[in-house]
């Protein structure tokens, strides 16, 4: 069964980081293309983060560019996503997410696999 549990959330204050953790149950992880989403309330799912298959390749959301780094390790089938100078506006549940194909893509209908979210909190 293809599980993904994220952890590493939490409430800061804006100005504050956090590095959220995503591990993945399923072999072969280092042939998915993983990313990072988030969802506030009233608002639609919004791409965050892309790593490719083996990490060279990255790709962020312009809201984020510059503070946030997808980063993943092979080895220990997790992804994780560092968050420095957090701003309220990027309250949200954060979901890591898994697609099988190598093409790079910000489209969440097409990654094949969701974790169950981690609530990120920031207050100003």
């Known amino acids: 069964q293809v599980q993904l549990v994220e952890s590493g959330g939490g409430l800061v204050q804006a100005g504050d980081s956090l590095r959220l953790s995503c591990t993945a149950s399923?072999?072969?992880?280092?042939?998915?293309?993983m990313a990072w989403f988030r969802q506030t309330p009233g608002k639609v799912r919004e791409f965050v983060a892309m790593?490719?298959?083996?990490?060279?390749?990255?790709n962020y959301a312009d809201s984020v560019k510059g503070r946030f780094a997808i980063f993943r390790d092979n080895a220990k089938s997790k992804v994780f996503l560092q968050m420095n100078n957090l701003v309220p506006e990027d309250t949200g549940v954060y979901y890591c997410a898994a697609r099988t194909s190598a093409v790079p893509s910000m489209d969440g209908s097409l990654y094949d696999y969701w974790g169950q979210g981690t609530q990120v909190t920031v207050s100003s």
């Open positions: 790593v490719s298959r083996i990490g060279g390749a990255t």
């Open positions: 399923f072999g072969l992880f280092s042939t998915y293309t």
